[in-house]
């Protein structure tokens, strides 16, 4: 059973997180609303909570929500030592009010300590953007792709633009592009490698940021519980800009160029430029295989171009070794897609070679190279 089904008092909301972010961040992970209309009695009760904790508002202070957990803790701590100390028997009324006197207390004490909270994390509740929202906004028919295992996943979209897409993360795009422009919403992290189209420029929305882009790839970091957002550009030029469904945002638009980044600042509205990312040690050990590799090869065998695919997006490629053993080929594939590399280089390879991608394993046939 459900640990909220137990709820008989407002302060039992009040106390809860996920119940917090519901009303405050617009954030719904464990389905309050439908669970709020199962039951009138409880919708009640649940509209209660909502407007007190609505309608607290206290100067910012320094307390964090583990702080007033363990402020919480304490209190109710020194209730039950009190309670054990008191060694003659009460008659059911003096039982009664004593109960709800010291609830009483740290009810109090709790409504302080969350409306102080509440400031700090919650009064900015209207410049936070979720990917729910997001999503909403779209009028299209959107594809979701989920990444809930332990290792990144490729995704191919239909412009033939490819996204690796980390653990924890999801990605939610149109079947086919239509239109003028190209629209994908990034909740956690992923690497874009946008295939060129300047009269159809590509767009990801990620929390509070939108980043754009015509052809080049880059890294956005996006995560809901974080409190800021990263774009990190490999190659080419992107411009970054914050949503229009953000509050008082002033719309500043940031240009990066490759190996520069920026970090949105959720709480302020801030955008961070860092034109030399070597000097962020955050950004340095982030960075993964596809963002430092070298795809400019010269007279260099197959075996080794593939295992450097196969090392940047983590995919397993399987190819006749035997007939390509002796195949060495000088080819630039910076810059390019997952899908457009591996066009290029099976051309090069012969016109008889060909690929198809099933997930993360790629299947090469070929007779051989010209």
């Known amino acids: 059973m459900q640990k909220r089904n137990t709820y008989t008092e407002i302060e039992d909301f009040l106390s809860d997180e996920s119940f917090q972010s519901w009303i405050l961040l617009k954030i719904d992970e464990n389905g309050w609303e439908e669970w709020t209309l199962e039951n009138r009695q409880r919708a009640k009760l649940v509209e209660d909570a909502r407007h007190l904790l609505l309608a607290m508002k206290v100067p910012e202070s320094d307390l964090s929500l583990s702080d007033i957990h363990r402020a919480l803790q304490k209190t109710w701590l020194k209730i039950e030592e009190k309670e054990n100390h008191i060694n003659f028997i009460e008659n059911s009324r003096a039982l009664f009010v004593r109960k709800y006197f010291y609830s009483g207390i740290a009810a109090?004490?709790?409504?302080?300590?969350?409306?102080?909270?509440?400031?700090k994390s919650s009064v900015k509740a209207d410049n936070v953007v979720t990917y729910k929202e997001l999503i909403d906004e779209n009028s299209e028919g959107l594809v979701e792709q989920t990444n809930n295992s332990n290792k990144p996943q490729i995704i191919t979209l239909s412009d033939g633009s490819s996204v690796l897409l980390q653990p924890n993360s999801k990605l939610s795009y149109p079947k086919i592009f239509t239109g003028n422009e190209r629209k994908v919403y990034l909740s956690g992290e992923g690497f874009f490698e946008i295939s060129k189209n300047p009269k159809k420029p590509f767009y990801v929305y990620a929390n509070e940021i939108?980043?754009?882009?015509?052809?080049?790839?880059?890294?956005?970091?996006?995560?809901?519980?974080?409190?800021?957002?990263?774009?990190?550009?490999?190659?080419?030029?992107?411009?970054?800009?914050?949503?229009?469904?953000?509050?008082?945002?002033?719309?500043?638009?940031?240009?990066?160029?490759?190996?520069?980044?920026?970090r949105f600042l959720r709480s302020d509205l801030k955008f961070k430029k860092i034109t030399n990312i070597t000097q962020d040690e955050d950004l340095v050990n982030s960075i993964g295989n596809i963002e430092q590799l070298s795809f400019e090869f010269t007279d260099i065998p197959v075996s080794q171009i593939f295992e450097t695919i196969e090392q940047a997006y983590l995919v397993d490629i399987d190819y006749p070794k035997d007939k390509l053993k002796d195949c060495h080929l000088t080819t630039s594939l910076s810059d390019q897609p997952l899908t457009e590399k591996l066009k290029i280089v099976c051309k090069s390879i012969g016109t008889n070679t060909n690929f198809e991608m099933n997930g993360n394993q790629v299947i090469i046939t070929s007779s051989g190279c010209n």
Request: glycine share 4%; net charge positive.
């Open 108 to 119: 109090s004490l709790f409504l302080c300590l969350l409306s102080v909270w509440f400031y």
């Open 210 to 262: 939108v980043t754009k882009v015509v052809g080049t790839s880059f890294r956005v970091k996006a995560y809901s519980d974080q409190p800021d957002v990263e774009v990190l550009v490999r190659t080419g030029k992107v411009k970054v800009r914050s949503n229009d469904l953000v509050a008082k945002s002033d719309q500043q638009e940031v240009i990066l160029l490759p190996n520069q980044a920026l």
